[in-house]
């Protein structure tokens, strides 16, 4: 049975896409230490990444600052995550998300907390941790003053203060209200 575990990152940063990873674990694959992307370290999470990516067939998804303005933000992950699924080009026989809303996928499961308690959405969370905190270095390397690489996007206190004092970038999300707000 080929079951394929998504997760999301992003959905409440300021600035950059919303990222979904796709996974699918092989049979006798056994990783300790999988679990939910948030409650470990950025070492271990790399270090897990590296090995999900090696043993494991995964993909990316992902919706832009622009798609999420657009359609908003719940739609934009639904989005990042079928495109994750979709790009694995496998036929599956369950999705398995973490949460309570399944993209438009045949045979779509959620588990709340799944990130937790299900190895291959575990594994799916760290690959939309990992790339999405890689594409917020980057851009921190293209905006220092914003301070993306620490705060990730989320809407910190350095980061508001940097919006008030810089405005918004490209990338950021103007339908997201502290960004909105600039231009009242």
């Not at 910190?156 to 999300?173: C, G």
Request: charged share 25%; glycine share 6%.
């Amino acid at each position: 049975m080929i079951i394929v575990g998504v997760d999301e990152v992003g959905r409440g940063c300021l600035v950059g896409n919303v990222v979904a990873g796709a996974v699918i674990l092989p049979n006798d694959f056994d990783l300790p230490g999988l679990t939910d992307s948030k409650k470990l370290s950025e070492k271990k999470r790399e270090v897990l990444y590296a090995l999900i990516t090696n043993q494991c067939q995964w993909a990316v998804g992902e919706a832009s600052a622009i798609e999420i303005d657009k359609i908003n933000i719940l739609q934009a992950t639904m989005l990042a995550m079928r495109r994750a699924v979709e790009r694995l080009n496998i036929k599956y026989d369950q999705v398995l998300v973490d949460g309570n809303c399944c993209p438009d996928l045949d045979n779509c499961r959620t588990i709340i907390k799944g990130d937790l308690t299900e190895p291959v959405i575990s594994a799916a969370s760290i690959i939309a941790k990992v790339t999405r905190d890689r594409q917020m270095v980057e851009l921190d390397k293209l905006y220092p003053m914003y301070g993306f690489a620490k705060h990730k996007g989320y809407g910190t206190k350095v980061h508001i203060e940097a919006l008030i004092k810089f405005s918004a970038i490209n990338e950021h999300r103007y339908s997201f209200t502290p960004v909105k707000n600039l231009f009242l």
